[in-house]
């Protein structure tokens, strides 16, 4: 290899971050060495409880984990960072090749690959140029779907914005339900992940009006049993309008089935108790509240201690029992919260 050619891939290795977990100190010192000189920033561990510790408030790339260790075994470790990280490249290394997990280990811990020691580290340089490469490419292809749910997620935003035009109640609406159903799944302790899910479904969740008439939609004496079934179409309606982004899958059953009622007699789909999905039962609870908490032309808010009355009433029949608790006691000990919100979003 050419010597400029080397100098401009060791520098590209400087981006990325390898850790090496071997209680044997000697296999470190010689990974050290050998990945520093291949330009790797490298991290050396003889401790495995230490490693999963490290990869857990660290970000690292890749991971060259021994499999035979004390006082727990590589795949063990595996196991272990696997309920907190999912995108870590992980090469295991074996003494001998009889030692290896079996395959369907391999493949349920989503190990890409193992290699047996050796003094040369030939094929563990394959493995790992092999590994940067497609976590190189990984990281393209994030980038570029970010971009892409970026560009979407502007356009829809374009659309809520036209319904919010058309409707003020809507204006701050969407953003308070979507911050009550973050609350929500904040006390219930979800992961940032559905947290993500329940704020963008909330967002959304009333996307479909765009299809109702301005007639029906701005009209403020009482709805005729007609208009009130074209109402009924905005999940239906809103659904669709997401379905033909693949990175809206996750919200769609919120903006579909926000109406939904607990004991099945809701629309669109008369859903009944658990087969509502999860986070569609929670921005239930949060549009509800906000329904009731937002000054209309035709009626004042709810004072809050009718609010409370409201959903112990309908606790198990509009809304899910279990979740209403949680509410309750958000009403009740950390209303300071929904203030909050309510300022933040007037």
């Known amino acids: 290899m050419r010597k400029g050619v080397q100098n401009i891939e060791n520098t590209e290795n400087r981006n990325y971050k390898i850790i090496a977990v071997d209680d044997e100190e000697g296999i470190i010192d010689s990974l050290s060495i050998f990945l520093k000189r291949s330009g790797y920033e490298f991290t050396g561990v003889t401790d495995p409880m230490e490693a999963i510790e490290r990869v857990k408030n660290e970000h690292f790339d890749l991971m060259i984990l021994d499999f035979i260790m004390t006082p727990i075994h590589g795949d063990q470790v595996v196991e272990k960072i696997r309920t907190f990280n999912k995108e870590l490249y992980i090469l295991l290394l074996t003494g001998h090749k009889d030692l290896a997990p079996p395959l369907e280990t391999i493949r349920r811990l989503d190990i890409q690959g193992y290699c047996e020691k050796s003094d040369k580290f030939d094929q563990l340089l394959l493995l790992i140029e092999s590994g940067i490469k497609s976590i190189s490419q990984m990281n393209e292809i994030k980038k570029i779907n970010e971009e892409l749910e970026k560009s979407y997620l502007e356009s829809i935003q374009t659309l809520r914005y036209t319904v919010d035009a058309k409707d003020t109640y809507t204006r701050g609406h969407s953003d308070r339900v979507a911050a009550y159903s973050v609350l929500i799944g904040k006390h219930l302790g979800l992961p940032d992940s559905d947290l993500k899910t329940l704020r963008i479904g909330g967002l959304f969740h009333d996307i ?45 059953p919120i903006v579909k089935h926000h109406h939904e009622k607990y004991d099945g007699h809701g629309y669109p789909s008369q859903l009944k108790g658990e087969d509502i999905p999860f986070f569609a039962r929670i921005a239930t609870i949060a549009d509800s509240f906000d329904a009731m908490t937002s000054k209309r032309s035709y009626r004042d808010s709810m004072p809050i201690d009718l609010v409370i009355s409201e959903f112990e009433r309908c606790r198990g029949s509009q809304f899910d029992p279990n979740l209403v608790d949680v509410f309750l006691d958000i009403l009740r000990n950390h209303f300071d919260e929904i203030k909050k919100i309510q300022e933040q979003y007037k």
Do not use: C, M
């Not at 004496?221 to 990175?247: C, F, M, R, V």
């Open 208 to 252: 479909g009006k765009i299809g109702v008439p301005d007639s029906i939609l701005l009209k403020e004496a009482k709805l005729t049993d007609d208009e009130y079934s074209e109402i009924k179409n905005h999940p239906s309606i809103g659904a669709h309008i997401l379905s033909t982004a693949t990175i809206f899958r996750d919200i769609i």
